[in-house]
């Protein structure tokens, strides 16, 4: 990983893309999902899973156990399901 730039190959990128973030996601900025989407040569598509820590859950929920989790990742194969079809 250490190796691999993205950044600069990004815009090669021209199969349809679809990006899910969690706007609570304390390691990763979901504004660098945004700004990868706008970079990307092909169709794409961001769906921000409003309130969701990075993995799509809860703060502190390493068994997604969490009420709030398991409604984010519902939504979040549902979006998935949707959009493949």
């Known amino acids: 990983m250490f190796y691999l730039r993205p950044d600069q190959a990004v815009d090669q990128i021209k ?6 973030h969690g706007t609570g996601d304390t390691f990763i900025p979901v504004q660098s999902s945004r700004d990868l989407i706008e970079k990307l040569a092909g169709p794409a598509e961001l769906i921000e899973i409003e309130g969701a820590q ?3 859950a809860a ?16 939504a979040a194969i549902q979006s998935i399901t949707e959009w493949l079809s």
């Open 59 to 74: 703060h502190d929920d390493p068994q997604y156990l969490e009420p709030r989790t398991q409604a984010w990742q519902a």
């Open 54 to 56: 990075h993995g799509i």
């Open 15 to 20: 199969v349809p893309t679809l990006v899910l």
